[in-house]
Structure formats: structure tokens, C-alpha cells
């Protein structure tokens, strides 16, 4: 695709991702989905947990920063304030996907001291995960239970930790992020999804997966969280150690994407098995990887790989605007992106739109646009 034509076709993909919101908050008030069953965004099923509600609401914030509509401002401040209570949410590790996206932007926009108090209590209340013998974040499923996915939400404990001047706090971040890298993240730069360890002494036992294939497996979302959470933290907090992570993760997916540049749900599924457990895409991991890269791009100290990160992006995004992925010529399809995947083993959201895949799309879209268009034209988006 040159260039001309990339910016022409995001653009119609940002358009479309608005129309699709605007409908979806039409059609369904103060309701935050989570996945589509057969294109229609679900009221029944599980959630298994209640993580997602900062994408569509960040999605809104996207929306006003680029185009300044009151309308999209108004939205995003009546959804993320019906989000504003989790601040003190115990029960999940996903504090930063929901306050990171909602609050920062509104904070950022406004500079109103309130919007920061709630970041900087989010950040507090999901530092409370701590476990002290093994030194991680624990995930929703107990304190033996470590994620990769908490690598995306740890960036809010740096975040709260700047703001307040807390040492503690930002030690509690990279120690996280240690052991992560210790225990997830594999020699080849590919990740498990889950660490559990002794909660007593903290003792690591074993790699496992709810969501991947296997408990050796590399599932698709969890390394382009890694690839992403590792970046932004080494963006927070300097420390080259978290950049060599990244770069591994980066490695990784950009010598196993398949040649369409979308990723499979896992990158040891068999490809001659069919979906779900086969040959099925995960386009929800394409998106937040094109994002990821996108990020490192900016960050890493090697023109060689600023260039393969982002020649790797676009040709990603390019692949997500095609109408296979876009559902902009699906008739009746209310998500944005086809093609993605939430919970395999639970047969939740399998080859459907899903919240974080949406977001993420936009964000990416929006960042690439703000880059690559002409520099004489105004900027239609943020640069993150
Ligand atoms: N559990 C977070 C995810 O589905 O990626």
C-alpha cells in the first residue's frame, strides 16, 4: 500500500470505528460490552472477569481529542465516570487498562487535581496485589496466580508513584516487572501466560495458560501485552533492562507472524486443525501489537529496528483494513474489527469483536496517522 492510500484507508477505518461506537452507545445506554456472539454485542454470557470497561470510554476520549466534538467529551466523562468507583476494586488486576485510558486523558485534558486522585488511588488500591514472597502482582485468580496480561496495568503503579514522589510504590512496580521477566518471558523472547508459585514462600512452580494453548505455549494477546507493558514501563522508568525485554517479545512476533501479518490465536497452534484450537486469527493481538511496535519504534536505541517495528505495524494495520477484518462490509455487524478471540477453553467470544481489540485498533490507527501523514496537515489524533 503507499502511503496516499494507507492514510486514505485508516481514515475510513477511524470513521467507521466512530459510527460504530455512536451506535452501540445508542442502541445499548451505559453499557459496556465486552465481546459480540455472531456480530451482536452480548448482554448474556460470562464475563469471567470484569476488565474491559475503560476501552469503550477510552475509545471516547480518543474520538474528542481527535475531532473535538463536545458530543464525544460529554460521552467519554458520563462513561468514565460510571467507571469511578473500581478505583477501589479489589477483586481484578486490570486497574490500569480502565483507569489509564479513561482518567489520564480526562486529567490530561482538564488538569482538574480530582481526575488525578482517582489514578493515583487506582494505583494504590492495585499495589494492594502485592505478594511479598514471590514479589509480583497477583492475578484475579489468587495469590499463587501471576499474568502477563498485569504487565499492561503495572505502568499505573509507576504512574501513581511519579505523582506522589513513592518510592515504595515505584519499587513495587519494578519488582513486578522483575519477576515477570524472570519467570514469563522465555530466552526466545516468547511468553506463558500465567506464573504460579508457592503464595507461602514464593516459590515458582510452573508455567500455565487459561487462555493459550498450553502451559509451553506462546498465546498470541499475551505477548503483545508483553511486548507492550515492557515498553511502556521501560517509557516510565528508564531502565534499559525492560527495553531488552521488549525487543525480545518484538523479535519474537515479528519472525512468527504468519504471512498475512495476523497473528493466529497462538503461536503453536496446528495450523492444519481447525478453529477454534487450529487455524484461528486473533485479530485483537494484531491490533495491540501494531501498537506495541509502533511505541518501541520510538524508544529503542537501533534505527535498524525502529525500522522493522514499524514496517511490521503498518503492514499489520494494513491487513486489519481490509474488509476481511473490518467489518465495514459485514451488513449487521456491530463491532469494529472481525476476528478475534477472548477465551478459547471457554468457548467466550471465539472469531468475534471484542472491546480491547476495538480500542486498541483506533489507538493504533490514530497513532500511525499522527506519524505518517504529511507534516503540513493539522494532526487528526494524539500521538499516544
Ligand atoms: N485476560 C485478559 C485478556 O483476555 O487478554
Redesign the pocket.
Known amino acids: 500500500m503507499n502511503e496516499e492510500d494507507r492514510l486514505t484507508h485508516y481514515r475510513q477505518a477511524l470513521d467507521f470505528a466512530q459510527q460504530q461506537v455512536e451506535r452501540l452507545v445508542e442502541r445499548h445506554p451505559d453499557y459496556f460490552p465486552i465481546y459480540t456472539v455472531d456480530g451482536r454485542w452480548a448482554h448474556k454470557g460470562e464475563l469471567w472477569?470484569d476488565?474491559t470497561g475503560g476501552f469503550l470510554a477510552g475509545m471516547m476520549w480518543r474520538f474528542h481529542r481527535a475531532t473535538a466534538s463536545d458530543t464525544w467529551r460529554k460521552r467519554a466523562e458520563h462513561y468514565s465516570q460510571l467507571l469511578e468507583h473500581r478505583q477501589h476494586d479489589r477483586n481484578v488486576h486490570d486497574l490500569g487498562f480502565i483507569f489509564l485510558n479513561t482518567y489520564l486523558p480526562w486529567y490530561e485534558h482538564t488538569g482538574d487535581e480530582a481526575r488525578n486522585s482517582v489514578l493515583v488511588q487506582a494505583g494504590r488500591t492495585l499495589a494492594m496485589r502485592f505478594q511479598q514472597p514471590g514479589q509480583y502482582l497477583c492475578s484475579f485468580i489468587g495469590p499463587h496466580s501471576l499474568f502477563i496480561?498485569i504487565m499492561m496495568n503495572v505502568p499505573l503503579l509507576f504512574y501513581a508513584a511519579a505523582q506522589t514522589d513513592d518510592a515504595a510504590l515505584r519499587a513495587t512496580a519494578e519488582a513486578h516487572c522483575r519477576t515477570t521477566a524472570r519467570y514469563l518471558v522465555r530466552d526466545d523472547g516468547s511468553t506463558a501466560h500465567e506464573g504460579v508459585f508457592d503464595p507461602e514462600t514464593g516459590r515458582f512452580l510452573r508455567q500455565d495458560t487459561h487462555?493459550g494453548l498450553r502451559p509451553d505455549s506462546t498465546w498470541a494477546?499475551g505477548l503483545a501485552?508483553s511486548l507492550y507493558g515492557f515498553g511502556t514501563v521501560y517509557r516510565y522508568s528508564g531502565l534499559p533492562e525492560f527495553l531488552e525485554v521488549a525487543e525480545r517479545n518484538a523479535d519474537f512476533w515479528i519472525t512468527h507472524l504468519p504471512e498475512d501479518r495476523v497473528p493466529y490465536w497462538d503461536f503453536d497452534a496446528d495450523l492444519d486443525a481447525p478453529p477454534p484450537w487450529g487455524a484461528q486469527k486473533d485479530s485483537s493481538a494484531g491490533a495491540i501489537a501494531a501498537g506495541g511496535l509502533w511505541q518501541l519504534a520510538g524508544l529503542t536505541r537501533s534505527a535498524e529496528r525502529a525500522l522493522a517495528y514499524r514496517t511490521t505495524a503498518l503492514a499489520m494495520l494494513d491487513a486489519l483494513v481490509d474488509p476481511e477484518y473490518l467489518a465495514i462490509d459485514t451488513p449487521g455487524w456491530e463491532g469494529i474489527l472481525k476476528h478475534g478471540v477472548?477465551?478459547t477453553a471457554k468457548n467466550l467470544g471465539v472469531d468475534e469483536s471484542v472491546m480491547?481489540g476495538e480500542y486498541f485498533f483506533v489507538e493504533a490507527l490514530q497513532r500511525t496517522i499522527a506519524d505518517i501523514q504529511p507534516r503540513n496537515q493539522p494532526s487528526a489524533s494524539p500521538a499516544h
Request: charged letters at 20%; zero cysteines; hydrophobic letters at 35%.
Open positions: 472477569t476488565w496480561d487462555q494477546r501485552w477472548y477465551h480491547w
